[in-house]
């Protein structure tokens, strides 16, 4: 099996990337059990000091390289979907629409 890290950093700063790396701070996984782990999906910023960074949709995420399992380039994200502005919540009387004011009834 080949070393997952060895691709990954041939990647330059700049592109899209998923990684895949265990959890810092547990000391030991359950015999039996998997290693915990979890993912970083965004733009990676660099290498440093045994390190990487990625800028993901929550913030910055420091990886140890040592701890990737798992890393590749992605795609960019897909184009983000405009709203559908006829999709709009009920409105109060329960109809498919925004409730319409009426005009008093000169009846009355």
């Known amino acids: 099996m080949t070393d997952p890290r ?9 592109t899209r990337v998923v ?3 265990r959890v810092a701070g547990l000391d030991e996984d359950p015999p039996g059990s998997r290693p915990t782990v979890t993912d970083a999906l965004g733009v990676l910023l660099g290498f440093a000091d045994g390190c990487c960074e990625i800028r993901t949709r929550g913030g ?15 795609p960019p994200p897909p184009a983000r979907r405009p709203r559908d502005v006829g999709a709009q919540a009920p409105g109060p009387a329960g109809g498919s629409g925004p409730a319409e004011e009426s005009e008093p009834d000169p009846a009355d």
């Open 6 to 14: 060895a691709a990954f950093l041939a990647l330059r700063p700049g």
């Open 19 to 21: 990684v895949r790396y």
């Open 60 to 74: 910055v995420v420091t990886v140890p390289l040592a701890g990737i399992v798992a890393a590749k380039q992605v």
